[in-house]
T-cell receptor
Framework: NAGVTQTPKFQVLKTGQSMTLQCAQD?????MSWYRQDPGMGLRLIHY???????DQGEVPNGYNVSRSTTEDFPLRLLSAAPSQTSVYFC??????????????FGPGTRLTVL | AQSVTQLDSQVPVFEEAPVELRCNYS??????LFWYVQYPNQGLQLLLK??????LVKGINGFEAEFNKSQTSFHLRKPSVHISDTAEYFC?????????????FGAGTRLAVHP
C-alpha cells in the first residue's frame, strides 16, 4: 500500500497561473480532504469529499476548486494563483464506518510558492 | 463554535527530561480529541485519540494525554523525551458534519529536544 500520495512535492507559480495538485489513495477510503498549513495557524480545511461525486466546502474554500470522479483521486485546482495561496497543502483520507471517528491518513504534502 | 488553543508555540527541553504540551479546546457538543505529530518535511501522523471512556489515553512512542472535561484541556505528556521526538505537535478536535468528522487544529507546538 502506498497510502496517500501527493504530486508534486514542490511547485513555484506566478500570480495568475493555474495548476492542479494531485492526490491519490489506494486504501479504498470513502472520505478525502484537503488542508493548507500556514505558520502559526495549524491546518485548515479547504474542501472535503464523502464519496465520488460529492464534495463540500471547509473553512477556507475561496480560490480553490475540487471534484471527485473516482474513489481514489481528489485533485485540488487553483484557477488563478495568488501570493496568499503560498502554503503547504496536505491531502488526507479516511474510511467511513460505524465508529464516531475514523483516523485520517495524511499525504506527505505539496509545498507551493506563488510569486 | 469549536476551537483549539495550544498554549505554547515552542517548547525547548533537554533529552531525558519530562515534557508537557498544553492544549485547551472549546466545544458545545461531545468532543473527540486528538494529538498529531509532524516530523520535519513529512505529513501528519496520529499520536493518540480520546473518543470516550478512560480519561488517560496512551499513544505511540511513549506519549500519553489526559482529557479533563472541567478544565476543557487535553494536555500531552511524555516522562522522558528523546532527540527523535523533535517535531511539531498538533492538537485537534473533531466536529461531526453530516457523517464526516471535520478536524479543527490548533496552531501547533514545536518541540525541540536538545542533547
Amino acid at each position: 500500500n502506498a497510502g496517500v500520495t501527493q504530486t508534486p512535492k514542490f511547485q513555484v507559480l506566478k500570480t495568475g497561473q493555474s495548476m492542479t495538485l494531485q492526490c491519490a489513495q489506494d486504501m479504498n477510503h470513502e472520505y478525502m480532504s484537503w488542508y493548507r498549513q500556514d505558520p502559526g495557524m495549524g491546518l485548515r480545511l479547504i474542501h472535503y469529499s464523502v464519496g465520488a461525486g460529492i464534495t463540500d466546502q471547509g473553512e477556507v474554500p475561496n480560490g480553490y476548486n475540487v471534484s471527485r470522479s473516482t474513489t481514489e483521486d481528489f485533485p485540488l485546482r487553483l484557477l488563478s494563483a495568488a501570493p496568499s495561496q503560498t502554503s503547504v497543502y496536505f491531502c488526507a483520507s479516511s474510511k467511513r464506518g460505524v465508529l464516531p471517528y475514523n483516523e485520517q491518513f495524511f499525504g506527505p504534502g505539496t509545498r507551493l510558492t506563488v510569486l | 463554535a469549536q476551537s483549539v488553543t495550544q498554549l505554547d508555540s515552542q517548547v525547548p527541553v533537554f533529552e531525558e527530561a519530562p515534557v508537557e504540551l498544553r492544549c485547551n479546546y472549546s466545544s458545545s457538543v461531545s468532543v473527540y480529541l486528538f494529538w498529531y505529530v509532524q516530523y520535519p518535511n513529512q505529513g501528519l501522523q496520529l499520536l493518540l485519540k480520546y473518543l470516550s471512556g478512560s480519561t488517560l489515553v496512551k499513544g505511540i512512542n511513549g506519549f500519553e494525554a489526559e482529557f479533563n472535561k472541567s478544565q476543557t484541556s487535553f494536555h500531552l505528556r511524555k516522562p522522558s523525551v528523546h532527540i527523535s521526538d523533535t517535531a511539531e505537535y498538533f492538537c485537534a478536535v473533531s466536529v461531526p458534519s453530516g457523517g464526516y468528522n471535520k478536524l479543527i487544529f490548533g496552531a501547533g507546538t514545536r518541540l525541540a529536544v536538545h542533547p
